[in-house]
């Protein structure tokens, strides 16, 4: 017996009559079935984080960072592809195209592009704006606090708290930044974001529990205080000016 007839052989009688229906047995083991039966790959995608899960132990611990981005963001990645299958023209359109004209998305597949569209920008932006070491804003972020958000620092700190502390249940505080640079401080429950009312996004805090409950438990004003220590205003900076130019997205 050839090597190849006793390879055929252990794939089994289900492998043997695929293959001589599709005449290449002999020459290719077929695909395993998990793969083949899989969720769309796109056109969304899960990206890496930009750091390791360690990166945030100042306000969230490893084992939450992953699970967050592992299960959690990349579910809502994988039901996002799945309600777009089929769908050629919304599948083309940049995610925040998408969150922008909701009103245009069929209405079976609204709630599911809704949660998990805005499940999938709300996390990318969450991600790359944390990893850093917190302190204090400075340059054209800081004067865009000062002018809009209070009068300074501390004070926008006390407000974006109290907004985060009063999303009853699941959601998020973000400060939005129109095109002129103007901030504001906007909740939304679920996953929705400020993309769905044509606004951008300059920052956000997920207050999901799945967002802190290992270290926390249920104290979520200790989490949305010491959130403000990995936050990376260099990256938030890099947001405002991209805003103001016209080029920030998600
Ligand atoms: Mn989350």
Redesign the pocket.
């Known amino acids: 017996m050839s090597i190849i007839h006793r390879r055929a052989l252990m794939l089994g009688a289900g492998a043997l009559a695929f293959g001589a229906r599709f005449g290449f047995a002999q020459t290719a083991a077929p695909a395993p079935a998990a793969a083949s039966a899989a969720a769309p790959t796109g056109p969304h995608t899960l990206a890496p984080l930009p750091y390791g899960f360690d990166a945030n132990e100042a306000a969230v611990d490893a084992r939450t960072m992953e699970l967050?981005w592992r299960f959690?963001?990349n579910a809502y990645v994988n039901n996002l592809n799945a309600a777009l299958n089929g769908q050629e023209a919304l599948a083309r359109l940049p995610l925040d195209e998408l969150l922008m004209n909701l009103s245009r998305v069929p209405e079976n597949i609204r709630t599911a592009i809704r949660n998990n569209g805005g499940?999938h920008a709300?996390?990318t932006m969450?991600w790359g704006i944390m990893g850093g070491r917190g302190g204090e804003p400075t340059g054209e972020v800081l004067e865009a606090i000062n002018r809009d958000l209070g009068g300074s620092f501390g004070e926008f700190r006390n407000r974006f708290n109290a907004a985060s502390m009063g999303v009853f249940g699941s959601g998020w505080a973000f400060v939005t930044v129109a095109p002129s640079g103007q901030l504001a401080i906007v909740t939304k429950p679920n996953q929705d974001t400020p993309l769905m009312d044509g606004q951008r996004v300059l920052m956000g805090n997920?207050v999901?529990e799945?967002?802190y409950y290992l270290r926390y438990q249920n104290r979520r004003v200790e989490y949305v205080n010491n959130w403000w220590n990995v936050l990376d205003w260099n990256k938030i900076g890099e947001r405002l000016k991209a805003a103001r130019e016209g080029t920030l997205r998600v």
Do not use: L, Q, R, S
């Open positions: 967050h959690h963001h499940g709300n996390h969450f997920d999901w799945h967002a």
